[in-house]
């Protein structure tokens, strides 16, 4: 018999990285109920001292006694004595406590949520002090949204688990939105859900919002794999297929021209359609570096003061290569001087080069002009990599933009700011990057278009290579001592799209080799590969997640062999490497960022203390399933940026192998490279061309 009931949380038992829950409270007469709520019961898993709505049958369990086996639950905000605890020991209402909390029921008894509601603070500053009292009804207020937020989704057929994220977007005013247009959930949700949602709310077929909903929707679908641009004959199959007859009752106005009338995309028959973000993001980044080329302030076509002439420049070349011990090339001399006199350049080159070689000595003739340089790069390995190779400092791309919105870096007119691996930046990275370069600052990016494109949408620096309008010197000699592992000249030969002759895997070594094998035995290859590079440095990549071969099934089999202990609920032990998989700019970790569990607390307050590159973190457990994958084995695209002494790469015939996959993998190694897998699918990928080159963008200069 179904059954519910209100309770305080007093201890969280278990949480999965798949939602499921068991959490213990005391309802109103302060009897024990224990809690089991299997994965998308919850709209999220519940913090101690919260009040949830639970509804569910009740069993009896050998070991755990009566337990209340979840169908549904929400948050809510509570009432009568239960507010004490709530006040108490939520971890929101800092500053109430037990005293204080009682207090305040002693005081107002059941009209407290009422006061609290209205925000009165000066009736409870009776009990508090005026600032304690203005935090608890700003807080309260927050809580209270989410609760009739959550109540909204669930009666409407959304999936309540979305209540945070349209908190943090709308506020108080998410149900106000949804009521006004419930197609603005496209940006959270599936069209399927967000329509059948609306339609309950009694939007009809023919409504405006729906047509242009369906046409965001489609647009938003293309933007999840990465293109921005559509052109107009596959946005109205797209479109047709989520309407489908539904369209052919609309005879008046095409959904697109209602869209463009309601300003919510852009673009014409002609040249292909785009989301607005999409299209102002690919305007503003195009106008800045058009407004840089030609010189935001008098001063900024070239690093010189005026008391400096161009045969200095020539003299601080020599004395550059006088200390280095070597003459630089032809190419790189053109990327110094490029570099030290255009406002925005572009440096470009394979591996093994000599990009590093051609920034020091860009850095060492700004540090005698007495300017400032900021270096960056996306990865935390790649920033560590770049100080050692320039002999000047290096961050990464989220801690220079943490730093910049907190106002504890200054970014002044006379900063040269050079970002390397700069092919990684998508739309949105590199427009927060302009966004913090005052007028007058010089930018140079520094990568190789052969590499994979960004993990997010859109082209910058692909596209910003193949413009005849932008300054840009490509790198093309490999130095003979980086020549030396073999993998330059192979990557070399892979990013010509030709194939290279690989001999088989010997043993630790440096070089490229390949170990041929079918899917089923590509794991007993990596666990050879473990031991024989046992106490190395060395990562496993991969293209595809699923099948016996895939990046989940390769991190199952290496975690099974950890003993370490573990996050109660989840796949997690002392040791194990992980990767951060969204971008946290203040945090400072970027999607891809590598890091290892030094330790694990099980208590109230589980989570997991990670080293990420040099940093701890603490991650508490309620954010453990969206933020962290193991990461024995991760994606190429996860890699780029960073590298390894040694590398295994998997090679699986996907749709997703390509040229560009192949040689970014490559490029990860240091030392030693070894393929594993299908060699006549890895061939084939070489001679295709890049997939980077079917991504469809408005982005140009």
């Not at 989704?153 to 999936?159: I, M, N, Q, T």
């Not at 908190?167 to 859900?193: D, T």
């Not at 001679?687 to 991504?695: D, N, V």
Request: charged fraction near 20%; hydrophobic fraction near 45%; include cysteine.
């Amino acid at each position: 018999m179904s059954e519910t009931v209100s309770l305080t949380v007093s201890t969280l038992t278990f949480l999965s990285d798949n939602g499921s829950t068991i959490f213990s409270g005391h309802d109103s007469e302060g009897l024990r109920v224990r809690v089991v709520a299997r994965a998308k019961t919850l709209p999220r898993p519940p913090i101690v001292g919260e009040v949830w709505m639970v509804t569910g049958e009740y069993r009896e369990h050998r070991k755990y006694g009566r337990q209340l086996y979840a169908t549904r639950g929400s948050y809510s905000v509570p009432k009568g004595r239960l507010l004490i605890s709530y006040l108490a020991n939520h971890p929101d209402f800092t500053g109430i406590g037990e005293g204080k909390a009682r207090a305040l029921y002693e005081a107002f008894g059941d009209r407290l949520p009422a006061i609290l509601d209205v925000g009165d603070v000066d009736a409870l500053e009776e009990v508090l002090t005026t600032g304690m009292a203005e935090r608890l009804v700003t807080v309260w207020a927050d809580h209270q949204a989410e609760a009739a937020v959550v109540a909204f989704l669930d009666e409407h057929g959304f999936d309540i688990r979305l209540a945070n994220k349209l908190r943090k977007v709308w506020g108080s005013q998410a149900i106000e939105m949804l009521n006004l247009n419930p197609y603005y959930m496209l940006a959270f949700a599936s069209w399927r859900q967000t329509d059948a949602a609306a339609l309950k709310l009694g939007v009809q077929i023919d409504d405006v919002r729906r047509m242009v909903g369906a046409v965001e929707a489609a647009l938003y679908a293309r933007l999840q794999s990465a293109h921005t641009v559509t052109l107009a004959d596959l946005l109205k199959i797209r479109i047709a297929s989520l309407l489908g007859a539904d369209l052919k009752k609309n005879s008046a106005q095409h959904p697109i021209e209602l869209a463009l009338a309601e300003g919510a995309v852009v673009g014409n028959a002609e040249a292909g359609y785009q989301p607005i973000g999409a299209a102002a993001l690919e305007i503003r980044i195009a106008e800045r570096i058009r407004a840089m080329l030609t010189g935001e302030t008098p001063i900024q076509f070239s690093l010189f003061k005026t008391d400096f002439k161009p045969d200095w420049l020539h003299a601080a070349i020599v004395e550059n290569e006088t200390t280095q011990g070597f003459a630089l090339n032809r190419q790189q001399r053109e990327a110094v001087l490029m570099a030290t006199t255009k406002p925005f350049s572009v440096l470009t080159g394979g591996a093994g080069v000599g990009k590093t070689t051609v920034l020091r000595v860009v850095i060492d003739i700004a540090k005698r002009l007495e300017l400032k340089v900021v270096q960056m790069a996306l990865a935390g390995r790649a920033a560590k990599r770049m100080a050692e190779a320039t002999g000047h400092t290096a961050m990464t791309i989220a801690k220079f933009l943490h730093q910049a919105k907190e106002g504890q870096l200054e970014v002044s007119a006379d900063t040269l700011v050079i970002v390397d691996e700069a092919s990684m930046l998508d739309l949105p990275t590199a427009f927060r990057i302009l966004r913090y370069l005052p007028d007058g600052a010089r930018l140079l990016l520094v990568g190789d278009p052969a590499q994979l494109p960004p993990i997010g949408f859109g082209l910058v620096f692909h596209r910003l290579v193949q413009s005849p309008n932008v300054p840009l010197v490509e790198l093309m000699q490999v130095h003979r001592q980086t020549a030396e592992t073999g993998i330059p000249g192979v990557a070399a030969q892979i990013r010509a799209h030709q194939v290279p002759v690989l001999d088989t895997y010997a043993g630790q070594n440096v070089g490229v080799s390949f170990i041929e094998c079918a899917p089923p035995l590509v794991q007993g290859q990596l666990t050879q590969l473990a031991i024989d590079w046992s106490g190395e440095d060395w990562q496993v990549l991969g293209a595809i997640k699923d099948g016996p071969s895939g990046i989940e099934a390769i991190n199952f089999q290496f975690h099974q062999q950890n003993h370490g202990e573990r996050l109660s609920g989840f796949q997690f032990g002392v040791g194990e490497p992980v990767v951060h998989l969204i971008n946290d700019y203040d945090r400072g970790l970027m999607n891809g960022t590598l890091g290892h569990i030094v330790d694990i607390k099980n208590d109230d307050h589980s989570g997991l203390l990670i080293d990420f590159e040099g940093t701890v973190h603490f991650l508490p457990a309620t954010e453990v399933r969206d933020r962290l994958e193991l990461a024995y084995a991760i994606s190429v695209h996860k890699a780029q940026g960073s590298q390894f002494r040694r590398v295994a790469v998997v090679i699986t015939k996907s749709r997703i192998l390509d040229h560009a996959l192949i040689y970014t993998a490559l490029t990860r190694g240091i030392h030693q490279v070894v393929f594993v897998g299908d060699r006549a699918a890895f061939e084939q990928a070489i001679r295709a061309p890049s997939l980077a080159h079917l991504r469809e963008v408005g982005f140009s200069v």
